[in-house]
């Protein structure tokens, strides 16, 4: 499992990093896209650092 939290914090800063490119520099769609995947990356990259400092948060 340890394996796919590292990935989703990966994932999550790729997305923080594409997110943000687009929101400047892209052409109309793609900007509106890439605003939104900045937070979900976000989202993402704390959810994956909290999944690998305490294992079990969301187990009963």
Known sequence: MLVIYISMVIVGILMIGWGFWAAYYARKPFNMIGAVFTPIGLIVALLGV???????FFSS
């Open 50 to 56: 909290l999944l690998i400092c305490v294992p079990g």
